[in-house]
């Protein structure tokens, strides 16, 4: 098991300097769909060992209750500039703890559920950006993606439904990733609704300023009279 996780890596110990990877995972309410983006400058070399690659089967996760191997999509996309090796998974619940790529990256983690909050927390530093001294990427970015309203967060920064950490040189062995997601909520009905009580709140105490405010001037005219 452990030489098929290596497979999607060792590729990289090959190809040219300059390559970055992208990991997404969009958190749904019955599922986690896992995509990984590898960018590699294009040029022949990188282009061959790229499509070599394509013909390995690289593992997602390994089902024990059904005995099953699970397998990425894997796809390859390209530019003037640069090639883009994809691989994609769908889990259901909380399998994307199982995931060879989460597991790769991350000696230490957990992906939660407890009535339906969404926990995913790392409680250790990239390991992907080198292996055994080597150097695989410069730089790894990671996306979690959700409509859904999240509770607390330490994302590098917010674009959206998007929440962001950047792995570089520097901070690899020290940055961690903690996010908890309510799929109880939607973002957008949650600040909708939030709105709409501030709207409703500020309307109520402007009233009741106004009718305060017209027993005081009302009082003090009867106390003149």
Same mark, same amino acid.
């Given at each position: 098991?452990?030489?098929?996780?290596?497979?999607?890596? +060792?590729?990289?110990?090959?190809?040219?300097?300059?390559?970055? /990877?992208?990991?997404?995972?969009?958190?749904?309410?019955?599922?986690?769909?896992?995509?990984?983006? %590898?960018?590699?400058?294009?040029?022949?070399?990188?282009?061959?060992?790229?499509?070599?690659? *394509?013909?390995?089967?690289?593992?997602?996760?390994?089902?024990?209750?059904?005995?099953?191997?699970?397998?990425?999509?894997?796809?390859?996309?390209?530019?003037?500039?640069?090639?883009?090796?994809?691989?994609?998974?769908?889990?259901?619940?909380?399998?994307?703890?199982?995931?060879?790529?989460?597991?790769?990256?991350?000696?230490?983690?957990?992906?939660?559920?407890?009535?339906? +909050?969404? &926990?995913?927390?790392?409680?250790?530093? /990239? &390991?992907? *950006?080198?292996? !055994? $001294?080597?150097?695989?990427?410069?730089?790894?970015?990671?996306?979690? %993606?959700? !409509?859904?309203?999240?509770?607390?967060?330490? /994302?590098?920064?917010?674009?959206?439904?998007?929440? +962001?950490?950047?792995?570089?040189?520097?901070?690899?062995?020290?940055?961690?990733? &903690?996010?908890?997601?309510?799929?109880?909520?939607?973002?957008?009905?949650?600040?909708?609704?939030?709105?709409?009580?501030?709207?409703?709140?500020? $309307?109520?105490?402007?009233? *009741?300023?106004?009718?305060?405010?017209? +027993?005081?001037?009302?009082?003090?005219?009867?106390?003149?009279?």
């Amino acid at each position: 098991m452990k030489k098929i996780k290596y497979i999607l890596f +060792i590729v990289l110990l090959f190809l040219s300097c300059g390559c970055s /990877a992208k990991y997404q995972v969009f958190v749904e309410n019955d599922k986690m769909i896992e995509q990984m983006t %590898i960018t590699v400058p294009n040029n022949y070399d990188n282009k061959e060992k790229v499509k070599n690659n *394509l013909n390995f089967k690289q593992s997602a996760y390994y089902d024990i209750d059904r005995g099953e191997t699970n397998y990425y999509t894997k796809t390859l996309e390209e530019d003037e500039e640069n090639l883009y090796l994809k691989y994609s998974y769908t889990y259901r619940d909380t399998n994307l703890e199982k995931s060879s790529l989460m597991d790769y990256c991350f000696y230490k983690k957990s992906v939660a559920k407890n009535d339906n +909050i969404v &926990s995913i927390n790392t409680t250790s530093g /990239a &390991s992907c *950006l080198y292996k !055994d $001294g080597v150097k695989q990427l410069d730089k790894l970015t990671i996306e979690i %993606i959700t !409509d859904n309203y999240v509770i607390e967060n330490n /994302a590098d920064k917010v674009k959206g439904n998007k929440y +962001i950490w950047v792995y570089n040189d520097k901070n690899f062995q020290n940055k961690l990733i &903690s996010i908890k997601i309510d799929l109880n909520r939607e973002k957008e009905k949650f600040i909708s609704s939030l709105k709409l009580f501030i709207i409703i709140f500020g $309307g109520f105490l402007l009233i *009741l300023s106004i009718f305060i405010l017209n +027993i005081y001037i009302k009082h003090k005219k009867n106390n003149r009279d």
